[in-house]
């Protein structure tokens, strides 16, 4: 008897272990992962919250300005960040699963601008770019040559360069097919409206970076849960649906 209520003081008054939610951080970047109605969406963040759903991982979604984004995935344990360049630089901080949906990128100029004409990024450093702070591609072209200042402006989203560069502000825009017609749209213009400068899609595909202390059962879980909703088609359904959609008024940093 002693034993026995023992063990039911041990089950009424000692906590159960509950699993830590995975916090997978994001940024705005539509149609990838975007916030509309208070709620992360978009290819990749559906894709996302689908893959968990099959692995039976708790998940949890937040947008952040992308470097605040990438620091906590970094040191936060149980956590992830996606969409994200998977490059020889940050392929030891991370754990990756995916692939996850990309696109090519490009160097956009306005129609109204055809002085705007490098043939080459070395030739691009005479325009102005604006690039997303702790980007890849602030780090790529900080690699090239670009100075900040001078040939290079920082912001804090992707979509903070569109006003710039409609203003003239800035004279090249980064961007892909998948997100110039609806970033113009947004702001009253049209995919008419920009050409097509180069293709810089050299980075490398889109990832979700996990925390290396993400324990390999959810890395195994996760990564067979992308394979088979890409399998099955999901990834391909996704990008259909959100190519329907604009781009909502974004929110602050």
């Known amino acids: 008897m002693r034993s026995y209520l023992g063990l039911l003081y041990i089950s009424l008054f000692c906590p159960v272990a509950v699993a830590e939610p995975l916090v997978l951080f994001t940024e705005e970047f539509f149609p990838y992962n975007y916030t509309e109605n208070n709620k992360v969406q978009g290819v990749n963040a559906d894709l996302l919250r689908q893959a968990c759903a099959k692995a039976k991982l708790v998940c949890t979604f937040e947008s952040l300005p992308w470097l605040r984004a990438y620091e906590s995935a970094l040191h936060k344990a149980e956590s992830g960040l996606f969409s994200t360049a998977r490059t020889p630089k940050r392929e030891p901080q991370f754990h990756w699963i995916g692939p996850l ?42 690699q090239q040559g670009y100075i900040l200042g001078q040939n290079l402006l920082l912001v804090t989203r992707k979509t903070d360069a569109i006003p710039l560069f409609l203003a003239g502000k800035i004279d090249l825009l980064i961007g892909s097919e998948q997100v110039i017609g609806s970033w113009m749209s947004t702001y009253g213009r049209t995919r008419a409206d920009v050409e097509t400068v180069m293709d810089i899609s050299f980075i490398g595909q889109n990832y979700l970076a996990l925390n290396r202390k993400v324990s390999a059962t959810t890395l195994r879980s996760l990564q067979r849960a992308i394979e088979q909703l890409v399998k099955q088609g999901e990834m391909e359904r996704l990008i259909r649906h959100y190519q329907s959609r604009t781009m909502p008024p974004q929110r602050g940093p």
């Open 101 to 142: 949906a990309s696109s090519t990128t490009y160097l956009y100029r306005l129609k109204s601008r055809p002085e705007v004409n490098p043939l080459d990024l070395e030739q691009a450093k005479a325009f102005g770019i604006a690039v997303t702070h702790g980007d890849i591609f602030e780090e790529y072209l900080h």
